[in-house]
């Protein structure tokens, strides 16, 4: 079964400073590996994805991420932080079970991030 | 942009009522993805439609119904409610059967069971 693992429940950093969310992944296969952000008592935004391509995937606000074959890990990372980035991070990987449409993502356990000033 | 539409956003019910949630995709998408996200945890999957058919099934109990109807919209069913269904409830969607295709979600709907 694919399943994804984030290792820190909390992760805090200073404004203006670099910013990593960490992220390992399970799969048998190519993985499609996803990042969302969930702001408190809000939906799930998507941030970014990786599929095929290059390792350095970048997205939303400033985001991007690093997919690492060797090491399995898909790290979710921003060159300065922002207050208003502080919020839950969620990793997913893509199911592939079912042909035809309708497979699922798996959620990590989700890591919070605060950015303090 | 269209973004995946819920309803209702809130709502309170008493134990073993039913409840009704209702899910209109991003226009265009023919998948839907229900999950549910109990306080401080990750969003589990319950049910996707693909095309107006059932295409995956993960924990959704067996009070749970849900459907995709013609226009593409779903239903979320839930009866005999307990207060451990007290949750926020997502619908997501996404278009054909490519697995790299974005997934949106909604913003969800609270149900609170009492």
């Known amino acids: 079964a694919q399943s994804v693992a984030q290792p820190e429940d909390q992760v805090n950093v200073a404004e203006g400073n670099p910013l990593t969310v960490k992220c390992t992944y399970s799969?048998?296969?190519?993985?499609?590996l996803f990042w969302y952000v969930q702001y408190p008592n809000r939906g799930l935004q998507f941030l970014l994805k990786?599929?095929?391509?290059?390792?350095l995937v970048k997205g939303s606000y400033g985001f991007e991420a690093e997919f690492n074959k060797s090491q399995t890990s898909f790290h979710l990372k921003k060159p300065s932080a922002l207050v208003s980035d502080s919020a839950l991070y969620f990793c997913a990987v893509r199911d592939m079970r079912v042909a035809g449409g309708g497979n699922k993502l798996t959620f990590g356990t989700g890591t919070q991030l605060k950015v303090e000033l | 942009a269209a973004g995946v539409i819920q309803s209702p956003r809130h709502l309170i019910k008493e134990k073993r009522e039913t409840a009704t949630l209702k899910c209109y995709p991003i226009p265009r998408h023919d998948t839907v993805y229900w999950y549910q996200q109990g306080p401080g945890q990750d969003p589990q999957f319950l049910i996707s439609f693909y095309e107006k058919m059932q295409s995956d099934k993960g924990s959704i109990p067996d009070r749970f119904s849900a459907q995709q109807f013609s226009d593409y919209h779903s239903e979320l069913n839930m009866s005999s409610l307990e207060l451990g269904d007290s949750a926020l409830y997502f619908c997501?969607?996404?278009?054909?059967?490519?697995?790299?295709?974005?997934?949106?979600f909604g913003e969800g709907s609270w149900l609170t069971v009492v």
């Open positions: 799969v048998s296969g190519n993985p499609y």
């Open positions: 990786y599929i095929t391509g290059d390792n």
């Open positions: 997501a969607s996404s278009t054909g059967s490519y697995d790299g295709n974005t997934i949106y």
